[in-house]
């Protein structure tokens, strides 16, 4: 069964950075697009970034020059860099990947629990 864990949300000040991180777990035939998506409260759930396996980035504009997506294929992990945090950055942020799991199997998508992103003014 795949799994999803983020790790690095937290509480910081308007200006700093912060490390999201997130890693794929359990049996997987090939991970593809891999992305990152937020939801602050009474809005609806965004795409921030994404990333495709052979390492082509997509960015939503308000966070372009900002923020930074990557990936290790080999670990199956994404990260995002995000830096000059915004109050109106404040969210949960979820991973998001598509995969195969098995060789036979159509690719899915499978989602982290979320982590609390909160940026102080």
């Known amino acids: 069964q795949v799994q999803l864990v983020e790790s690095g949300g937290g509480l910081v000040q308007a200006g700093e950075s912060l490390r999201l991180s997130c890693v794929a777990s359990g049996s997987m035939f090939r991970v593809n697009t891999m992305a990152w998506y937020r939801q602050a409260p009474g809005k609806q759930r965004e795409l921030v970034a994404r990333?495709?396996?052979?390492?082509?980035?997509y960015y939503k504009d308000f966070v372009k020059g900002r923020f930074t997506i990557s990936r290790d294929n080999a670990k199956n992990t994404v990260s995002l860099q995000m830096n000059s945090l915004k109050p109106e950055d404040t969210a949960v942020y979820y991973c998001?990947?598509?995969?195969?799991?098995?060789?036979?199997?159509?690719?899915?998508?499978?989602w982290g629990q979320g982590t609390q992103v909160t940026v102080s003014s």
């Open positions: 998001n990947a598509d995969i195969e799991a098995t060789f036979y199997s159509r690719s899915a998508d499978y």
């Open positions: 990333i495709t396996s052979g390492g082509g980035t």
